[in-house]
Nanobody, 122 residues
């Protein structure tokens, strides 16, 4: 069973940066080959939304329009860790950020972390 633990959230001023980490456990050589990792977020009073995704193997990286040019998703397979580097943060980026793992990108049926709070405020 895949387990995910996020870290790196916090309070940052507008224009600042944060790097979120998602430490994964429970992957096997088989599941590494088919799983993708995603970052999602849920702001206050909003629905959960997709932010970015990356497969463990070579493949496409996807970003939400709101993340393009500011956020970068990356992975360290040796550490079973996925990162989300967030730059030029805006107040509207305030949300709980969740890491998810999905077989062939099926996150709804996959595993989710507990979330980490990101607050962007002066």
């Amino acid at each position: 069973q895949v387990q995910l633990v996020e870290s790196g959230g916090g309070l940052v001023q507008p224009g600042g940066s944060l790097r979120l980490s998602c430490a994964a456990s429970g992957f096997t050589s088989n599941t590494f080959s088919t799983y993708a990792m995603g970052w999602f977020r849920q702001g206050p009073g909003k629905e959960r939304e997709f932010v970015a995704s990356i497969p463990w193997t070579d493949g496409y990286i996807y970003y939400a329009d709101s993340a393009k040019g500011r956020f970068t998703i990356s992975k360290d397979r040796a550490k079973s860790t996925v990162y989300l580097q967030m730059n030029s943060l805006k107040p509207e980026d305030t949300a709980v950020y969740y890491c998810a793992a999905g077989d062939n990108g099926d996150y709804e049926r996959g595993s989710w972390g507990q979330g980490t709070q990101v607050t962007v405020s002066p």
